[in-house]
């Protein structure tokens, strides 16, 4: 089973909302990422960690808040968005196998829009 | 730098015309390079990782190839349920960082 689950699917909300995004996995695999996708275009990386910690942040603005309590799950804490941010937010989790290539498999994504 | 270019940008078949997808790279040292095939509005799904120059891997009407510059995806007879959008990636030694390609958009009439 190669599933990456992310809810909720859909997320409408205001400039001053808090809400969050959440991602889990049961594969055992102990990296997991955030990207945003922008239509048109392919994922760009926000957030990775590895071993439930925050390995890689590609210079992402602070009102979004990456979280990995447990292995297998993944939270993105979303606050004063802009509407730019509106975008497909996926994540991906792979086993993270040192020496090799490792495979990514992504989740169905949270569409975000940010009014 | 690491550059991925996917041709071409958009592709229109018939059903049952075969054609190929090109992903070319430049990458000081490659890992892995990877095929995803996307829907709209969905996440990217997993197709084939390529480790060396000369693999090659089927999956139904699908087969991924790699040469030390390039790979391409072969489409034998594709249906309408191909339609999607088919992105290349890859991945250096240094990391777990995919660089991706454009894409290549392409659409299979009945």
């Known amino acids: 089973d190669t599933e990456v689950t992310q809810t909720p699917k859909h997320l409408v909300m205001g400039m001053t909302n808090k809400k969050s995004l959440k991602c889990e996995q049961h594969m055992g695999h102990r990296a997991m990422y955030w990207y945003k996708q922008k239509a048109k275009k392919p994922p760009e990386l926000m957030f990775v960690?590895?071993?439930?910690?925050?390995?890689i942040n590609e210079s992402v603005p602070s009102r979004f808040s990456p979280e990995c309590p447990n292995s297998s799950l993944l939270n993105l804490h979303l606050h004063a968005l802009q509407p730019e941010d509106s975008a497909l937010y996926l994540c991906?989790?792979?086993?993270?196998?040192?020496?090799?290539?490792?495979?990514?498999?992504f989740g169905p994504g949270t569409r975000l829009t940010v009014l | 730098e690491d550059q991925v270019t996917q041709s071409p940008e958009a592709l229109r078949l018939q059903e049952g015309e075969s054609s190929s997808l090109n992903c070319s790279y430049t990458?000081?040292?490659?890992?892995?390079l990877f095929w995803y095939r996307q829907d709209p509005g969905k996440g990217p799904e997993f197709l084939f990782t390529l480790y060396s120059a000369g693999e090659e891997k089927e999956k139904e009407r699908l087969k991924a190839t790699l040469t030390k510059k390039e790979s391409f995806l072969h489409i034998t007879a594709p249906k309408p349920e191909d339609s999607a959008t088919y992105l290349c990636?890859?991945?250096?030694?240094?990391?777990?960082?995919?660089?991706f390609g454009e894409g290549t958009q392409l659409t299979v009439n009945p």
């Open positions: 990458v000081s040292g490659l890992r892995g």
């Open positions: 991906a989790s792979s086993p993270y196998r040192s020496g090799g290539a490792d495979t990514q498999y």
């Open positions: 990636a890859l991945v250096r030694p240094s990391g777990s960082r995919l660089t």
């Open positions: 960690y590895s071993y439930e910690k925050l390995s």
